[in-house]
């Protein structure tokens, strides 16, 4: 599904130097290239703070922990993601509220939302899922209206734009009142191990994660609230440092790789594909995630792999139907959208390094199945 080993093979120089220069200096936590890239991404978001942390997960459950959200608020969030999301929303012990999500950009429902709210309800967690931003303009009324935080789950959209109605582009992640990223190795802009972060425009807040994410240390010794230990290495900091100037380029490689997938599959009567906005940049591109309509989804997947195409179906259970997060309130009739893409999607290799033939050879094999 994705080509790290070429990818670095373009890069080598630079991230083995970048690598070098933390064994010789020895700063191996909290070293200045974690400083460095903090500083970077920041610029690069346009947000006020960055707080690196150890992987994405973490960063979401520090941004709940960091708003002081309580055992029993609720939250609501997307039944059609990936677990992390809701776990964290569970191990804090608050009440996750799936709800499902719209056709058209697999994303949070903003109808859905609306109707989930209730008197505990505190925060809601939209996820830019598969590259592509979530309404956030909509969010953040609704979240306005009524009071709530809201927390971007930005793991898989680093980079891409949210314009709104008055034109004004901001990047995903840094409209709610908190953003959570990882850099798994995969991701957009992915580490060499584990690495994420979280990003916030409000100072009283940035300056609460940096103690949680330090065993709630706000000086030496001193520990003010239960924090975590959640650190980014400066190994892991040395390689985002030599990444995130090609970040633009990255994202450029996996739209075009879209555009080229997308061209090839117009029109067919069994395919609905991602859209493409050439406009304003919201999708990244995390996967390409096809939806197979009236017709044999998993006997394409089937014979994709025989070829040796790497194809994935992200994700083949609602989280509404898993067993760690099955509750008596929720009834299949409310996530007819979830229910839906579970039996329609598959994802095709997604990555920087797609060339021509590649996809050429994709695009053909997708076709003969399909007729
Ligand atoms: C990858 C991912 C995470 C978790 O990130 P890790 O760094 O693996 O902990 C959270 N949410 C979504 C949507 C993801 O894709």
């Keep these: 599904m994705v080509d790290l080993k070429s990818q670095y093979d373009k890069i080598k120089e630079t991230v083995n130097v970048s690598i070098q220069e933390v064994l010789d200096t020895n700063a191996y936590i909290n070293g200045p290239e974690v400083h460095k890239f903090q500083k970077s991404l920041e610029d690069y978001l346009g947000v006020k703070h960055v707080i690196p942390c150890a992987n994405g997960t973490d960063a979401l459950q520090i941004a709940m922990m960091g708003l002081g959200l309580q055992p029993g608020d609720e939250v609501i969030t997307a039944d059609f993601t990936f677990a992390a999301t809701v776990e964290v929303i569970a191990l804090l012990q608050l009440t996750p509220v799936l709800v499902d999500v719209d056709l058209y950009n697999m994303n949070i429902s903003i109808e859905a939302i609306k109707k989930a709210i209730t008197p ?49 582009k901001q990047k995903a992640g840094t409209i709610g009142h908190v953003g959570a990223t990882s850099f ?88 609905v594909a991602p859209q493409i906005c050439d406009i304003c940049d919201c999708h990244v591109f995390h996967q390409y995630t096809l939806r197979i309509v009236n017709a044999d989804r998993n006997g394409l997947m089937q014979h994709l792999l025989d070829k040796g195409i790497p194809c994935a179906i992200y994700y083949p259970i609602p989280l509404h139907s898993q067993k760690a997060y099955k509750d008596e309130r929720y009834k299949e009739e409310d996530f007819p959208v979830t229910n839906q893409l579970v039996q329609e999607v598959l994802s095709l290799p997604m990555h920087t390094e797609l060339d021509d033939e590649q996809i050429k050879f994709i695009t053909d094999s997708v076709l003969e199945f399909l007729k």
């Design 120 to 168: 505990k309800t505190k925060a809601i967690v939209p996820v830019h899922l598969f590259g592509r931003a979530a309404n956030m303009e909509a969010i953040m009324a609704i979240a306005k209206e009524h009071n709530l935080f809201v927390i971007e789950d930005n793991a898989q959209a680093i980079g891409a734009n949210c314009k709104s109605s008055d034109g004004v």
């Design 184 to 271: 798994f190795p995969s991701k957009n802009l992915g580490c060499y191990g584990d690495g994420g972060a979280i990003f916030t425009n409000d100072d009283a807040l940035a300056h609460t994660l940096r103690g949680i994410v330090n065993h709630g240390m706000y000086e030496r010794y001193h520990h003010d609230v239960v924090g975590v230990n959640s650190r980014l290495d400066s190994i892991q900091a040395a390689v985002l440092n030599a990444k995130l100037p090609l970040l633009d380029q990255y994202n450029a490689a996996r739209q075009d790789a879209a555009r080229k997938y997308s061209i090839a599959f117009e029109g067919h009567e069994n395919i």
